[in-house]
């Protein structure tokens, strides 16, 4: 009995000494360089390597998946720096926060500089075949915005739609 009692103790006094350093102290620190590798892996890049004035429909048309597939790994690859950075939120220091900040700045701009170039392509290849198109003018795409835009007068009071976030340049459906 005394040894069943003196390992129970025994047992017990392991589990609250092993439990006692974590109580109270802040988690631990996280390389978020190697955590970024390991969980999402390199940046996808995108490249538009297009003449829309000498393009085929075919090519546009490849161009087209070649694009959106680029724009899918972009969002997969955002998602998961946002994911990761919520997780080490507790953690993270301002070197962290930084290069995750960097990580999404950088994946965006690329993201919005394909759809660009892309959107430019169908342009010119709308311009070269004489199609008429609103989102260009001489060949070159028009960014629009949202305010922009020309508002359409309600007929009736609408409910306000909830916020949503700008959207980035997406090549056009042709």
Same mark, same amino acid.
């Given at each position: 009995?005394? $040894?069943?009692?003196?390992?129970?103790?025994?047992?017990?006094?392991?589990?609250?000494?092993?439990?006692?350093? %974590?109580?109270?102290?802040?988690?631990? +620190? $996280?390389?978020?360089?190697?955590?970024?590798?390991?969980?999402?892996?390199?940046?996808?890049?995108?490249? $538009?390597?297009? &003449?829309?004035? %000498?393009?085929?429909?075919?090519?546009?048309?490849?161009?087209?998946?070649?694009?959106?597939?680029?724009?899918?790994?972009?969002?997969?690859?955002?998602?998961?720096?946002?994911?990761?950075?919520?997780?080490?939120?507790?953690?993270?220091?301002?070197?962290?926060?930084?290069?995750?900040?960097?990580?999404?700045?950088?994946?965006?701009?690329?993201?919005?500089?394909?759809?660009? +170039?892309? &959107? %430019? /392509?169908?342009?010119?290849? &709308?311009?070269?075949?004489? #199609?008429?198109?609103?989102?260009?003018?001489?060949?070159?795409? #028009?960014?629009?915005?949202?305010?922009?835009?020309? /508002?359409?007068?309600?007929?009736?009071?609408?409910?306000?739609? +909830?916020?949503?976030?700008?959207?980035?340049? %997406?090549?056009?459906?042709?």
């Amino acid at each position: 009995m005394r $040894v069943f009692f003196a390992a129970a103790v025994s047992v017990l006094f392991a589990a609250v000494v092993i439990a006692a350093p %974590t109580a109270g102290k802040p988690p631990k +620190a $996280v390389d978020i360089k190697k955590e970024l590798g390991e969980k999402c892996g390199s940046a996808p890049y995108g490249l $538009v390597d297009l &003449n829309g004035k %000498t393009a085929s429909k075919l090519e546009l048309e490849e161009a087209k998946f070649q694009v959106t597939g680029f724009i899918t790994q972009a969002d997969v690859y955002q998602d998961c720096v946002y994911k990761l950075a919520e997780t080490h939120a507790a953690v993270l220091t301002d070197n962290d926060k930084r290069l995750l900040g960097t990580a999404l700045k950088v994946s965006q701009d690329e993201k919005e500089a394909v759809g660009a +170039a892309f &959107n %430019t /392509a169908i342009c010119e290849y &709308n311009a070269a075949n004489k #199609i008429p198109d609103a989102d260009c003018k001489d060949g070159k795409w #028009i960014q629009q915005t949202v305010a922009q835009k020309p /508002a359409k007068p309600a007929a009736t009071p609408a409910k306000p739609a +909830a916020a949503k976030p700008a959207a980035p340049a %997406t090549p056009k459906p042709q």
